[in-house]
């Protein structure tokens, strides 16, 4: 057994979505980080297929966004129709969260973990163990110990013994997965919400021009015989989904000649139409951690909760999970900010994804209506608009602005539109300029700037304060070339916004609450649980 050289700050379990981000984002911030895992290339095989406009600003953090997304495909509808072909209703409901990004993109998923790859490979403080499983799990008073060994497919264990690695990090992080070895060597259990139902998932790439529905819009038909959707993935293939019936065998629908005969027999496409990239069956479940945190190690992605596909949330639930950890493990890791800190990880991320979990086993009960009588007052109830549209999430607790009933102020944890900036006659993206960092944005440069303390205290934040209007020798001058935030700050009745590094609003104020405002978010980065005096203490004191 070899002890690995001298402690990570951060030890990743699994390098899927999840892992990449948290990697990619921390990374980049100078902490030495470990990443472990078993496939010792990249998957290469799209499972995700679709994201939102805030996933592909991350995306955009942590890599090449252009180059990431070469081949993102807008679909503006994702139809749920009825054995018929009645539309019972539009999920995807346009830009609606005005990202400059689409919020409803089919993706190719292996671009975007070859772009945050390349990435993370610039970075020499990041070092991959590729190729190799957790063994065995510790923690102590001086942080976590994590044994790999090396591991090939088809090898039992005994025979993988050899080449042992100890590994020490101060913090790690499961994402490895809804069969996490971290969850499991954590001894913690998950609530299951009684959804399991299983799909066969075909993914092809067309041999010539296929009919233009097939790569314009996602479509759930919700047929009572047998349930079945079809989206692109991306801009040059196609995934196509049936629902198993209860006498089928799982091994009998997985295998290719049952894809070629569902393929047929639904979209009337054989093999001249069509080339199969891959073809398995899934069991869509509905689970979620009963804890994210135990001392030192947390969970993340599949190994905290596992969402039922119909809303297409899962993977970008955990790429949220990583940029919520990862500005929250580089204050923690830079001494800005107690460990207490990340204790506000689940408790924000927690109730966000159960909201979407919750909606989308709903979506999912009505995708998997068997019984025909049944199904006929479904479709009642969406014909008379009985059955709301689901409605995305905002946080509702954690590191966020509180007015001084201890309620969250106006507009707190939402998600503010992003627009573009004009700086030094350059027109950029808002996160282009900003970064990975907190954004204080004025509607212009208050007088003198903010006392000495407070402004240390700020810059030991990494707190990005710029002005939109007047001269300043003591903020950034930048240009709001859409006009949005002008309009965000009318709409919420402000002088300034302080935006997270993850774009949720921290909280607002006009000039005079200015100076509250910026010692509550120091305040709560240093975990204190009152507004810190004018004299902000030293980070830690």
Not at 24 to 35: N, T, W
């Amino acid at each position: 057994m070899n002890n690995h050289e001298a402690p990570y700050d951060l030890i990743i379990v699994g390098y899927g979505p999840t892992g990449l981000t948290l990697a990619s984002l921390l990374g980049q911030q100078g902490h030495r980080i470990a990443v472990v895992e078993r496939w010792p290339r990249l998957y290469g095989l799209p499972r995700l297929t679709h994201i939102d406009g805030e996933t592909a600003r991350l995306i955009s953090l942590a890599a090449d966004g252009k180059h990431a997304l070469r081949e993102a495909w807008t679909t503006p509808h994702y139809n749920w129709v009825n054995g018929k072909g009645q539309l019972l209703m539009d999920v995807a409901h346009g830009n609606t969260r005005k990202m400059i990004w689409d919020d409803h993109m089919s993706v190719h998923q292996p671009h975007i973990e070859e772009a945050i790859h390349e990435r993370i490979t610039d970075l020499p403080n990041v070092t991959l163990f590729r190729g190799y499983i957790a063994s065995a799990l510790e923690q102590g008073d001086d942080g976590v110990q994590l044994t790999i060994q090396p591991w090939k497919k088809g090898q039992d264990s005994a025979a993988q013994s050899g080449g042992r690695v100890v590994l020490h990090g101060s913090y790690l992080v499961g994402c490895d997965g809804s069969k996490s070895f971290v969850r499991a060597a954590l001894g913690v259990d998950r609530l299951d919400f009684g959804f399991n139902e299983r799909w066969l998932c075909v993914d092809t790439e067309p041999k010539r021009p296929l009919p233009s529905k097939f790569d314009e819009n996602a479509v759930q038909v919700c047929d009572p015989r047998r349930g079945y959707m079809f989206m692109p993935i991306g801009r040059k293939r196609q995934r196509f989904e049936f629902a198993l019936l209860p006498h089928e065998k799982t091994e009998d629908i997985a295998s290719e000649e049952a894809a070629w005969r569902l393929l047929e027999q639904y979209h009337g496409l054989g093999r001249d139409d069509l080339q199969l990239i891959r073809h398995l069956v899934y069991t869509f479940e509905c689970r979620l951690a009963k804890r994210w945190r135990v001392g030192n190690v947390f969970l993340a992605g599949d190994a905290a909760h596992t969402n039922p596909p119909y809303l297409g949330q899962g993977a970008c639930s955990g790429m949220r999970d990583a940029a919520n950890l990862a500005w929250k493990l580089d204050l923690v890791l830079r001494g800005v900010s107690g460990d207490a800190l990340l204790d506000t990880y689940e408790a924000e991320r927690r109730p966000h994804v159960l909201t979407l979990m919750q909606q989308a086993r709903s979506l999912g009960l009505v995708a998997n209506t068997a019984n025909p009588m049944k199904a006929v007052v479904r479709d009642l109830l969406f014909r008379f608009k009985l059955t709301p549209k689901p409605e995305f999430p905002t946080l509702n607790d954690g590191m966020l602005q509180r007015q001084s009933d201890g309620k969250l102020a106006p507009g707190a944890g939402s998600l503010p539109g992003q627009g573009h900036l004009v700086v030094d006659g350059r027109k950029l993206r808002f996160d282009e300029h900003v970064g990975f960092a907190f954004a204080l944005l004025l509607r212009h440069a208050p007088p003198g700037g903010f006392e000495p303390a407070l402004q240390a205290a700020l810059d030991a934040a990494g707190v990005r304060c710029m002005a939109i209007d007047g001269p300043s020798s003591d903020f950034a001058r930048v240009g709001d070339a859409d006009g949005r935030y002008r309009a965000l700050m009318d709409e919420l009745d402000a002088d300034a916004v302080l935006m997270r590094p993850d774009f949720v609003l921290y909280g607002h104020a006009r000039f005079d609450g200015l100076p509250e405002l910026l010692r509550s978010l120091i305040s709560q980065l240093r975990c204190l649980s009152t507004p810190a005096p004018a004299g902000i203490p030293s980070p830690m004191g």
